[in-house]
């Protein structure tokens, strides 16, 4: 929950409609100090940050300011004065951002914050640092900013607690450390975790204008002499994480299957491969499965693509709800492909056959409001523990046993046959 402290209705009306946009809430309004120390000790386990104006008709000095400042809440204050001084004096007592109400952007920018104030509290950031007064003025910051905290001497302890906590997703290194300098400790990071999204931020403070060009050479994504202002140091924190969620954001895309919401055929590989080899080492049993919509041209031809496609996607919504804990994708066109953790073939065959049976007992709806009935044929790779193929191997074992469900009939589940294999 947010809480916004604001006696003017007209900026009230235009931040309701601002922060609603942004998907930001639930924000409460207070108008006067009175009320928002209510409406702050009513929701005090709830709220995560407040948006704060200086004057108010019971606190024309940013008396409201201080009293949350005291009960360690995040504030940003909102103001009509541009006045530099105050500005340096509030922001050194410990408020995370001072917007100045000039236009819509001014309202746009104290949304974003207020958003980030939420976001931060899951992200954790690295500090690592030799001087403790440095750590300290850095970690200081960061939690101003909501987020988790960790900190480290050097760079061989930085690299442990990278290793041991998963919500590192910031990391702030100094260059001159003794054993490991900062430039060693982001080349082993990258090259550790050469797939794990992290946004690190280069600091020194030497005059040297080469320091800041080889941490972005060597894999910084961005970089801050010492001594930095407060604000410049929220304002790029605030920017490389935001680069950072995009790049998360539209990487989590690419592994998607636009029409079925489903995991696609690059990531069904791509993560399949290291999954099976995995499993294998473990000695877990595990099955491989191809499904595929029986007679789906004919559907096509007799309803249309938009009538195919709604039938792909009801039962795409049937496959997440009954195999979410499994790896599945849409593997081509009407063919969904499934790795079984845990299960043997026996256990895999039942629980497929269920799902066909299911299927064949479900109205799909089409656009139209007319409806259908459905069938899915499948075919199983089957497990044993001395099999070691490959996933390519499991696949094309599946999908020949998912020949044989087609010719013998459809609407089967059909396990491979290794005596009747071609090779
Ligand atoms: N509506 C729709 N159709 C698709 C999509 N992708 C592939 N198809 C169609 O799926 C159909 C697949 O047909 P086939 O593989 O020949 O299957 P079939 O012969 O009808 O059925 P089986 O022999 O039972 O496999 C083709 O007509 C494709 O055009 C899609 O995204 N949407």
């Not at 998963?166 to 054993?179: A, V």
């Not at 990258?190 to 992290?198: F, N, Q």
């Not at 970089?223 to 990487?251: D, G, M, Y």
């Amino acid at each position: 929950m947010f809480l916004i402290i604001e006696d003017s209705p007209i900026v009230q009306k235009i931040l309701q409609h601002t922060l609603r946009q942004q998907g930001i809430e639930p924000v409460v309004f207070a108008s006067t100090k009175a009320e928002g120390i209510e409406l702050y000790n009513e929701h005090k386990d709830s709220v995560v940050a407040a948006l704060v104006d200086l004057n108010l008709p019971d606190a024309p000095d940013g008396e409201m300011v201080s009293y949350l400042l005291d009960q360690r809440l995040p504030v940003v204050v909102l103001t009509g004065s541009d006045d530099l001084n105050q500005r340096k004096e509030l922001l050194k007592s410990g408020v995370v951002d001072y917007v100045i109400k000039e236009n819509r952007f001014s309202y746009q920018y104290a949304a974003r914050m207020l958003n980030r104030l939420e976001r931060n509290r899951s992200i954790t950031a690295l500090v690592v640092d030799d001087s403790s007064t440095m750590r300290q003025a850095v970690t200081s910051y960061l939690r101003l900013q909501n987020f988790q905290v960790v900190e480290a001497h050097n760079g061989a302890e930085g690299l442990e607690k990278l290793e041991s906590d998963i919500s590192i997703k910031l990391i702030i290194t100094d260059y001159h450390m003794p054993e490991m300098n900062g430039f060693a400790f982001l080349q082993q990071v990258r090259h550790r975790y050469d797939k794990r999204p992290l946004a690190i931020i280069g600091l020194s403070s030497q005059e040297d204008a080469d320091i800041s060009v080889q941490f972005i050479k060597k894999g910084a994504n961005d970089f801050l002499q010492k001594p930095f202002q407060q604000e410049e140091f929220s304002c790029r924190v605030t920017n490389n994480i935001e680069a950072l969620e995009q790049f998360v954001a539209v990487q989590e895309q690419a592994t998607l299957d636009y029409l079925t919401g489903l995991r696609n055929r690059r990531y069904f590989i791509e993560e399949g491969d290291a999954l099976v080899k995995r499993l294998q080492a473990e000695g877990k049993p595990f099955t491989v499965a191809l499904m595929d919509i029986d007679s789906f041209k004919g559907i096509n031809d007799e309803y249309g693509h938009d009538a195919g496609d709604a039938v792909l996607k009801q039962l795409a919504g049937y496959l997440q709800q009954t195999f979410f804990r499994f790896h599945m994708a849409r593997y081509g066109g009407e063919e969904f492909a499934l790795i079984l953790p845990g299960l043997d073939t026996d256990k895999a065959y039942g629980l497929l056959d269920q799902f066909r049976s299911y299927v064949a007992d479900q109205l799909f709806i089409l656009p139209d409001d007319d409806y259908i009935r459905v069938t899915v044929s499948t075919g199983v790779a089957p497990f044993s523990p001395s099999n070691k193929s490959m996933l390519h191997q499991l696949l094309l074992d599946a999908d020949e046993a998912l020949y044989a469900a087609k010719e013998g009939g459809r609407n089967l589940v059909v396990v491979h046959d290794p005596t009747l294999s071609a090779d």
